[in-house]
């Protein structure tokens, strides 16, 4: 038994190595080549493609991804802050080197060349909730606007697709478009009632709604047209053809390697999942199962004897451990619980709370019984709360390791989730001094946080090669993780599953 052990972790050390060493070759290969010249870039702000980092730096997707192209072949991205109009001016009269996010225009191909598609933008249409949802085929649309004339916003200058262009630019609706320098501030005329639809990238526009806080008052939904692809327009003054031969290369060779996957993965995935988990359905999950937590471990510091501080560690310690864990491991800062200090407010209430109830039921026999020698865990209604904080805690550790770039994300998104959900209770059972390591040795806990965590991360692995990405497909893979761990706390609990045995 013992030597089939030992081969089978040495196998296990060997592909976490093998995995980790060829993953930082990878990236450290994408490092190697000294810029030799800079390519001037017209830059906006399409959060979260391109926006401006807090000290000024150009950050998103396509700093990324279009910066790692063309690194590789000695160049640095010089980005160069100007409005969708003076960017398509100044790449006409050879200011500007390329402009990234652009659709085939015939009517340039004498002055611009065209790379080979990077990304796909799925457009969506937005109104006030209070008003009847527009249609989502474009044409169908048109005949609404046609018989029904309102008013449209759109970026001044940018680059739509033929189906938007069509209805933007048609003779009876030229005069209802009101043209805005900036996305969020379509959206706010939006919600003033200035104007009664807005048409934009469905991500672009959910960031640009949650930014402005107008989720409640706007909705939104995908045009029945196909992800449109998007190219990197260079200026024939300054750019020859055989530097772009050579950018469509640079990218097919960042394509085959995975390494374009992993960017879209890192900046784009963590902000369509942080517009997912801000829904207060989401955030109530989460906290949830942290008060729930908290409960059991102030129970135990009851039955045990702790005086008031080592409640409130006792109660902390599954409650915020394992995202505190979690943030450590993958060297994030500041950690969760730092950043929003809710849940450690709301355990020292409960922990003073908890305590002036302790002392009132030990003055009644009955309430006396139920604290000193009732089960919390065999609780349906609080195993039920409970399971909803570890769906929450599986999405929270794979999301975390989204946001760090841990890379592979099968093997760190599963490690990240099973922490962040039972990380804490182990830490628990440590200031305890408990021997018998129950979260370890007497559950099936971690590992329902473990399979759903892997299950979502070999999902993005693979959905992350692919164009366009859709909201909707992202939410699917969330409800499902959560319905996924829902279902298997319940046959662990119906079937009382242990983890497998050594």
């Known amino acids: 038994m013992r030597p089939t052990l030992s081969f089978l972790l040495a196998c296990l050390v060997i592909v976490f190595l093998g995995s980790w060493i060829l993953h930082w070759k990878t990236r450290a290969d994408r490092h190697l080549v000294p810029y030799q010249k800079d390519l001037k870039l017209g830059w906006g702000r399409f959060y979260p493609y391109q926006f401006r980092n807090s000290d000024g730096g150009a950050g998103g997707l396509e700093a990324e991804l279009l910066g790692a192209v063309l690194q590789s072949q000695g160049i640095r991205l010089d980005p160069i802050d100007l409005s969708p109009e003076q960017q398509r001016e100044q790449l006409l009269s050879g200011q500007l080197d390329a402009v990234s996010l652009a659709f085939p225009d015939p009517t ?8 080979k598609p990077y990304f796909k933008l799925q457009y969506a249409v937005f109104w006030r909730r209070d008003e009847a949802a527009p249609a989502r085929h474009p044409q169908r649309l048109l005949q609404q606007l046609l018989s029904k004339p309102g008013r449209l916003a759109a970026l001044r200058g940018f680059d739509y697709p033929p189906e938007i262009r ?85 990218l097919s060779g960042l394509e085959h390697e995975g390494a374009a996957a992993e960017i879209v993965r ?18 109530l999950m989460g906290l949830l199962g942290s008060v729930l937590a908290g409960v059991s471990g102030l129970v135990l510091a009851h039955r045990e004897g702790y005086n008031l501080m080592g409640a409130f560690l006792i109660a902390a310690s599954p409650a ?23 849940v450690v407010v709301a355990l020292a209430i409960l922990t003073l709370v908890a305590a002036l109830a302790f002392r009132l039921a030990s003055r009644h026999p009955i309430s006396k019984i139920w604290v000193e020698e009732s089960n919390v865990g ?15 805690f599986t999405v929270m550790g794979v999301v975390a390791a989204l946001e760090k770039g841990c890379e592979p994300l099968w093997l760190w998104g599963p490690l990240l989730a099973a922490s962040t959900a039972g990380g804490g209770g182990v830490l628990r059972d440590l200031i305890r001094g408990d021997r018998d390591m129950p979260m370890l040795r007497k559950s099936f806990y971690m590992e329902v946080a473990l399979i759903w965590g892997c299950a979502l991360s070999v999902f993005l692995s693979w959905y992350s090669t692919f164009h366009p990405h859709r909201m909707a497909h992202l939410n699917l893979s969330l409800v499902l993780t959560v319905v996924g761990v829902c279902v298997t706390r319940y046959a662990a609990h119906r079937w009382r599953w242990r983890g497998v045995m050594i």
């Open 108 to 115: 340039m191909a004498d002055k611009v060349f065209y790379s």
């Open 166 to 250: 069509r209805i933007l630019t048609h003779p009876k609706l030229v005069g209802q478009v009101h043209y805005t320098d900036q996305e969020i501030d379509s959206f706010q005329r939006l919600a003033m009632g200035q104007v009664d639809l807005v048409f934009s990238d469905e991500i672009a526009g959910l960031a640009a709604v949650a930014q402005g806080s107008l989720e409640f008052s706007l909705d939104s939904k995908p045009l029945d047209i196909p992800g449109h692809e998007v190219h990197v327009a260079f200026s024939k003054k300054t750019v020859s053809i055989r530097q772009v031969e050579e950018f469509n290369r640079s």
């Open 266 to 283: 890192e900046y784009l995935y963590v902000p369509m999942f942080g517009l997912l988990t801000r829904s207060d359905l989401f955030q």
């Open 320 to 342: 915020v451990g394992g995202g505190l864990i979690r943030d450590l491991v993958a060297d994030r800062r500041p950690v969760a619980l730092m950043r929003d200090p809710t």
């Open 378 to 392: 065999e609780n349906l209604l609080l195993n039920f709360f409970d399971t909803l904080g570890v769906a929450a």
